[in-house]
């Protein structure tokens, strides 16, 4: 099974800052996705194919990487952004990482 | 609008069954490959398992081989997880899911929780 990793476990960063999640497998994956979740809410698609924007997610969300090392980029924070993401992969069957909890500094 | 609504879940003994079910609108079911995910309180999100546009192929996390039970009725546009010899580990969140581009999940029912206890 392949295994994700998502560093940091939180990140504390301030409305306006720029956010960097990292998201590393165990082995190489053939796509990648990434999603939110705000508390007491279902999650939601933000990036699929490793830098697709899913349908209305903002442009200060944004996707890259390939193989084993993805980063999920918040350009400007906004204060609906404080949530926990999840990246998650689906070369053979679905895994996700543990999360990063991003929270208000 | 998009809308994927689960059933009620609710309280069982350990060893009990439950059958779950989610009602797909707003898109037509059989044009989807459906998941189910779990999230125990908590904690992180937990692929369970999958299902193609016409039942034929399924998939399922190992912690849930053979106790749990994917299907769907399309004509229903309704899809369903029967779930046998729960475990108090079973106890979560669990989410109806449309499967997306490139195998990701782009569409989440609200959730409905499982509790197993005695």
């Known amino acids: 099974e392949i295994v994700l990793t998502q560093s940091p476990g939180t990140l504390s960063s301030s409305p306006g800052e720029r956010a960097t999640l990292s998201c590393r497998a165990s082995q190489s994956v053939s796509n990648l996705a990434w999603y939110q979740q705000r508390p007491g809410q279902a999650p939601r698609l933000l990036i699929y194919g490793a830098s697709s924007r899913a349908t209305g997610i903002p442009d200060r969300f944004s996707g890259s990487g390939s193989e084993t090392d993805f980063t999920l980029t918040i350009s400007r924070l906004e204060p609906e952004d404080f949530a926990v993401y999840y990246c998650?992969?689906?070369?053979?069957?679905?895994?996700f990482g543990q999360g990063t909890k991003v929270e208000i500094k | 609008e998009l809308q994927l609504v689960e059933s009620e879940g609710g309280l069982v003994q350990p060893g009990g069954s439950m059958r779950l079910s989610c009602a797909a609108s707003?898109?037509?079911?059989?044009?989807?490959?459906m998941h189910w995910v779990r999230q125990a309180p908590g904690k992180g999100l937990v692929w369970v398992s999958f299902i193609n546009y016409d039942g034929s192929t399924t998939n399922y996390a190992d912690s849930v081989k053979g106790r749990f039970t994917i299907s769907r009725d399309n004509a229903k546009n309704t899809l369903y997880l029967q779930m046998t010899s729960l475990r108090a580990e079973d106890t979560a969140v669990y989410y109806c899911?449309?499967?997306?581009?490139?195998?990701?999940?782009?569409?989440w029912g609200q959730g409905t929780l499982v509790t197993v206890s005695s």
């Open positions: 899911v449309r499967g997306g581009a490139l195998r990701s999940l782009d569409c």
């Open positions: 998650q992969q689906n070369t053979g069957s679905w895994t």
């Open positions: 707003g898109f037509t079911l059989s044009n989807y490959w």
